[in-house]
């Protein structure tokens, strides 16, 4: 009953992977699968890792629960999600591996361009500024829509962080595949693997994950699909990363 004495008006606790305890805004956008595999897709690196737009902080969690860094510092811009992502890192007890910053990655300073990081990861907003359905609340419409920066500047402050030959790891729509391409090059930051998520083998691809590289030579590996869903149970490939926090090493 302790844990509850963490929450605020207006929040609720969930149990998530990896025995991870995380406070929530149902107003907002809550954990769900695209961070999940995001989380489960990035490659554990000898360094540190740069968060950029933590929200609730789960991303940063699950990475450092699952050793795939050293050190994680998670950038937001909202007040209040940094402030609910800083006690979801104390909730479980991490403050010794993640530091919760609040400010906006577009602003001069607030990402420092000394290529002090092995790796760089985002959930970014998926839908353009004034595209598709604006949502009731605006921490949803924050989250979904590129409303505090588009993916060419979580691209930019990505790269200008990374050290040469550090990776960038993100999760994207399908439909927007050569906005984030472009992105990517016009920053410096070069594909090098990528991999589609449908939800069966009958279904359009739903999300779309990529590694890249600071610097990269050019050589983009397009992986076999990864379908969550083989009849109404969940597939082979779905079910070893929710058991290992990873994909399976034909992905790679």
């Known amino acids: 009953m302790l844990l509850y004495k963490f929450l605020l008006p207006g929040e609720r606790l969930d149990y998530v992977n990896d025995r991870l305890s995380l406070i929530q805004r149902p107003d907002g956008l809550c954990f769900g699968t695209d961070t999940l595999l995001l989380a489960a897709y990035i490659r554990a690196v000898k360094g540190d890792c740069l968060e950029l737009g933590t929200g609730t902080g789960i991303l940063s969690l699950l990475l450092a629960t699952r050793g795939k860094c050293r050190h994680i510092d998670a950038l937001e811009i909202q007040h209040e999600y940094a402030a609910l992502a800083a006690r979801n ?3 479980n007890h991490l403050s010794d591996r993640i530091r919760v910053t609040e400010g906006d990655l577009r602003a001069e300073g607030v990402v420092a361009r000394d290529g002090r990081y092995k790796l760089t990861v985002a959930n ?3 839908m353009r500024q004034k595209s598709g359905y604006l949502n009731s609340t605006a ?3 924050d989250a979904r829509h590129e409303q505090n920066g588009d993916i060419r500047d979580f691209c930019k402050a990505a790269a200008g962080a990374l050290s040469f ?3 960038f790891c993100c999760v994207f729509r399908p439909d927007r595949t050569a906005d984030l391409v ?4 016009d920053t410096g930051l070069e594909p090098k693997r990528m991999t589609f998520i449908h939800r069966d083998a009958g279904a359009p ?4 994950l ?3 590289r600071a610097g ?5 590996i397009c992986t076999k699909p990864l379908f969550l869903k083989e009849g109404a149970s969940d597939s082979e490939d779905l079910r070893y990363i929710l058991e290992s926090g990873n994909f399976p090493p034909s992905f790679y």
């Open 89 to 91: 890192v104390c909730l």
């Open 124 to 126: 970014p907003p998926y």
């Open 139 to 141: 921490h949803k419409t």
């Open 165 to 167: 030959g550090g990776q």
């Open 182 to 185: 472009c992105a990517m090059r």
């Open 205 to 208: 691809p739903s999300l779309l």
């Open 210 to 212: 990529m590694e890249s």
């Open 216 to 220: 990269g030579n050019p050589g983009l």
